[in-house]
Structure formats: structure tokens, C-alpha cells
């Protein structure tokens, strides 16, 4: 009786653990992230995620012709200097902030409607005698009125 206690109490626990930090990473994501946009305006679109250390994420996000744009990338200070690489959908790099000092955001205008990607890559640290860094990443898109 007391093990199957101790299980339901550790399901339930991992269950609401995902939920949990996803929730955190909302909450970094307004606090931090969304007002550092202006002066654009934030598009709605809450694309965030937790990572660790050496992960890379991508997400393909549609731009509309004649509009100026932002796309921010803005993640936790513990995984330091985050890159992010803006490609076309034929894989051409268009922009890569490891180039540009780690800048957290690339300003650009969209001549005519496009599908771009957003790879976002979490630095690993050399020093593996330490635990391994997680932390919320977003990426943001904001446009002129």
C-alpha cells in the first residue's frame, strides 16, 4: 500500500513538473522579454521553451510583405550567449547574431510574404564537472504600426 502511495506521488509529481516550469517561462517571458520588443509591437504569439545546455530548437514563423519586423531571441542569463541564425526556407542564412557581437534581435523588412525559420542554439559549457544549465528561451516577433 505504502509503495503504490509512493508511485502515485511520483507520477503525479513528474506529470505537473512540465507544466510547472512551463508556466515559469511564461511569466520570464512577460517579464523580461516582451517589453524589451518596443518600440514594435508584440505580434501575440508566445513561442518559448525550456532549455539546457548544447539544445537546438527551430521554428518557422511566417512574415508578411511591405512590414518592418523584429525577431528577438531572449533567454535566462545562466545559458549565456544564446545564437540565433534566421534562414529562408531554402536554407540560405540571412542573419546570424554570432556575427553580430550575440545581439538578442534582428531588425529587417519583409519585401514580399515569406516563410523564415529560427534556429535558436543553447551554448554547452566546457566545464563538465558542473551541473548542466536550463533555462526559458523565447523567440519574439514585433512589427511597426
Same mark, same amino acid.
Given at each position: 500500500?505504502k509503495?503504490? +502511495?509512493?508511485?502515485?506521488?511520483?507520477?503525479?509529481?513528474?506529470?505537473?513538473?512540465?507544466?510547472?516550469s512551463?508556466?515559469?517561462c511564461?511569466?520570464?517571458?512577460?517579464?523580461?522579454?516582451?517589453?524589451?520588443?518596443? @518600440?514594435?509591437?508584440?505580434? !501575440?504569439q508566445?513561442?518559448s521553451?525550456? +532549455?539546457?545546455?548544447?539544445?537546438?530548437?527551430?521554428l518557422?514563423? *511566417?512574415?508578411?510583405g !511591405?512590414?518592418?519586423?523584429?525577431?528577438?531571441v531572449? !533567454?535566462? @542569463?545562466?545559458? #549565456?550567449?544564446i545564437?540565433?541564425?534566421?534562414?529562408?526556407?531554402?536554407?540560405?542564412?540571412l542573419? $546570424?547574431?554570432?556575427?553580430? $557581437?550575440y *545581439?538578442?534581435?534582428?531588425?529587417?523588412?519583409?519585401?514580399?510574404t515569406?516563410?523564415?525559420?529560427?534556429?535558436v *542554439?543553447?551554448p554547452?559549457?566546457?566545464?563538465?564537472?558542473?551541473m548542466?544549465?536550463? !533555462?526559458?528561451?523565447?523567440?519574439?516577433? #514585433?512589427?511597426?504600426?
Amino acid at each position: 500500500m505504502k509503495k503504490a +502511495l509512493y508511485s502515485l506521488l511520483f507520477m503525479s509529481i513528474l506529470a505537473i513538473a512540465p507544466m510547472q516550469s512551463q508556466a515559469q517561462c511564461k511569466s520570464f517571458t512577460k517579464k523580461h522579454c516582451i517589453p524589451k520588443l518596443e @518600440p514594435y509591437v508584440y505580434n !501575440g504569439q508566445l513561442n518559448s521553451a525550456v +532549455l539546457s545546455e548544447g539544445d537546438v530548437a527551430e521554428l518557422l514563423l *511566417t512574415f508578411y510583405g !511591405g512590414q518592418d519586423y523584429r525577431i528577438q531571441v531572449c !533567454g535566462h @542569463p545562466a545559458l #549565456g550567449n544564446i545564437q540565433f541564425q534566421v534562414f529562408d526556407t531554402e536554407n540560405n542564412i540571412l542573419f $546570424d547574431n554570432a556575427e553580430n $557581437d550575440y *545581439t538578442k534581435a534582428w531588425d529587417f523588412k519583409s519585401n514580399s510574404t515569406q516563410q523564415l525559420i529560427v534556429r535558436v *542554439t543553447v551554448p554547452q559549457e566546457n566545464n563538465r564537472s558542473e551541473m548542466v544549465q536550463s !533555462g526559458c528561451v523565447s523567440i519574439l516577433v #514585433g512589427f511597426k504600426e
